[in-house]
T-cell receptor, first 110, second 111 residues
């Protein structure tokens, strides 16, 4: 059983569309992380959140602790948003232990 | 700041050969990690080091050894490479409970 499940696995959108990627988890967490992996392979952290909502530019991340669910939204999507988005959670009992989803591959067409 | 650096970027090994992947960070982070990433699977933790002088097994440690040489450097050694170890390897660092910073990755092929 995967501790972190993401949906959808693949997503194709037209430029300008509003995009939502979902993440559900089944373990106790200290925080939830959204990561972005570009085709070149590098991984960067977009958000770390333990409650509520965070916004950076066109990206919004929300978390519902009771439902063990998080969403990543991209408003006014752009081809440069094309990447793999990875949801990860850090364990409540060991800050060094992370569980990762398998990723959502997003392709935004011009 | 260079962040997290890894060497080499690419490597091809024959079954049974050994090699060491190097990782260094210049952010004074306490914790360092080695992950592998395989198609269709999430990142999986091989080993981590919560502080200089300590290492702990992760989810998939078999066939690997690590050394936390000092606070900056954390190396991953494959003693006898197997085709099942073909993967992309990422090093990361962090001071808990904050966000992880990842290196650029090493693409390893074992034939």
């Amino acid at each position: 059983k995967n501790e972190v499940e993401q949906s959808p696995q693949n997503l194709t959108a037209q430029e300008g569309e509003f995009i939502t990627i979902n993440c559900s988890y089944s373990v106790g967490i200290s925080a939830l992380h959204w990561l972005q992996q570009h085709p070149g392979g590098g991984i960067v952290s977009l958000f770390m959140l333990s409650s509520g909502k965070k916004k950076h530019g066109r990206l919004i991340a929300t978390i519902n602790i009771q439902e063990k669910h998080s969403s990543l939204h991209i408003t006014a999507s752009h081809p440069r948003d094309s990447a793999v988005y990875i949801c990860a959670v850090s364990s409540l009992y060991n800050f060094n232990k992370f569980y990762f989803g398998s990723g959502t591959k997003l392709n935004v067409k011009p | 700041n260079a962040g997290v650096t890894q060497t080499p970027k690419f490597q091809v090994l024959k079954t049974g050969q050994s090699m060491t992947l190097q990782c260094a960070q210049d952010m004074n982070h306490n914790s360092m990690y080695w992950y592998r990433q395989d198609p269709g699977m999430g990142l999986r933790l091989i080993y981590y080091s919560a502080s200089e002088g300590t290492t702990d097994k992760g989810e998939v440690p078999n066939g690997y050894n690590v050394s936390r040489l000092n606070k900056r450097e954390f190396s991953l050694r494959l003693e006898s490479a197997a085709p099942s170890q073909t993967s992309v390897y990422f090093c990361a660092s962090m001071t808990p409970p904050y966000e992880q910073y990842f290196g650029p990755g090493t693409r390893l092929t074992v034939t």
